[in-house]
């Protein structure tokens, strides 16, 4: 079996799969070779062995500590990489994956005092990290918050019961959860909430929410998994950049300083983004007139760079911009 892409080098078995929530399941890996990464990060998927179709999932397993990787998959309507992974793939098949990616591990985290906010499918990394941490740093306190719609919703249930951990449910709370969303309330229920790291990771609203409260908390170390789409809309800003996608007939504006992927997302423009830094190739985007600047071609041919092609998450408009 060749490899469908250089990005995906990583021949992976499916072992077996496991549905977590009704629309969440996760899939478990072998990996005949020993496959090098770091718990909350994320890997590129080809999606059913194509060259070009790559999504990024988050590897939900721990190094160390899983028996097997994984990757635990929201399924999504319409959604090319989800539905395949979570309705057509099945045990003894093979997936190929990239090297693992991303930032967002706690790994180097040398405090003592942690707080884990996750919700809805952003639990994968949370989790990854809370097993690593509770194996190599057990000695650090670590406060885990996690957000789901209702209580059906949790994701890895059976685990979470090692581990403690506030479960908020918006809806139909039942026992052993919060009713709600996370809130100031319960942020100060977490004991020296200003003297802890915090690791979050959910929809950018969420996250958003979560950044500005714990933050009048005190807090001074945040980070955040960029990996999700922004749902947050400035399409209505009237000042900045103005963009004319030609192929939609659309115009839209975005403030200055959005990359070209955040003023096309935040505006609903289609686009497909996978690693968001400029490694997969997935978001090329044509550009016809306007300023930018790039920090990175990668996967790029020198023909299409001449054409005006570039990567929408490592392109900064400088100016206003129209696109093929
Ligand atoms: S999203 Fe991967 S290169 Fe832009």
Redesign the pocket.
């Known amino acids: 079996m060749t490899m469908p892409t250089p990005q995906c080098p990583w021949r992976m078995q499916v072992h077996h799969i496991h549905q977590e929530t009704p629309d969440v399941w996760t899939l478990s890996l072998l990996c005949h070779d020993y496959y090098p990464y770091r718990a909350g990060q994320y890997a590129l998927v080809s999606i059913a062995n194509s060259a070009t179709t ?1 999504r ?1 999932y988050t590897l939900s397993s721990t190094p160390g500590v899983s028996e097997y990787i994984t990757l635990t998959v929201r399924r999504i309507a319409g959604g090319a990489g989800s539905q395949w992974l979570t309705g057509e793939v099945k045990r003894g098949d093979y997936l190929w994956l990239s090297d693992a990616q991303g930032h967002f591990t706690c790994d180097n985290e040398a405090q003592d005092k942690l707080l884990l906010l996750a919700a809805g499918c952003g639990v994968t990394p949370i989790m990854s990290m809370r097993r690593w941490l509770a194996k190599y740093r057990p000695a650090v306190d670590v406060q885990v918050i996690y957000n789901v719609r209702s209580p059906q919703e949790v994701i890895f249930a059976d685990e979470w019961r090692d581990y403690a951990v506030t479960l908020v449910a918006e809806q139909s709370a039942s026992a052993g959860f919060v009713s709600g969303r996370l809130s100031h309330a319960l942020l100060s229920e977490v004991p020296d909430l200003a003297g802890r790291t915090v690791f979050c990771c959910g929809p950018a609203p969420y996250m958003a929410w979560a950044e500005e409260a714990v933050k009048q908390g005190g807090v001074t170390r945040f980070f955040k998994e960029q990996f999700f789409t922004p749902t947050t809309s400035v399409a209505a800003a009237t000042e900045g950049l103005t963009f004319s996608k030609l192929s939609a007939g659309k115009t839209f504006f975005a403030p200055q300083g959005s990359s070209l ?1 955040q003023a096309l997302e935040s505006n609903n423009v289609p686009i ?13 985007t044509q550009v016809l007139a306007g300023e930018y600047h790039v920090s ?1 071609t ?2 790029l041919t020198q023909q299409e760079i001449d054409d005006g092609f570039v ?4 392109c900064q408009p400088e100016g206003d911009m129209v696109l093929a």
């Open positions: 790559l990024a992927l497909i983004a996978a690693c968001r830094e400029g490694v997969c190739g997935c978001c090329k990175s990668a996967t990567l929408a998450c490592s």
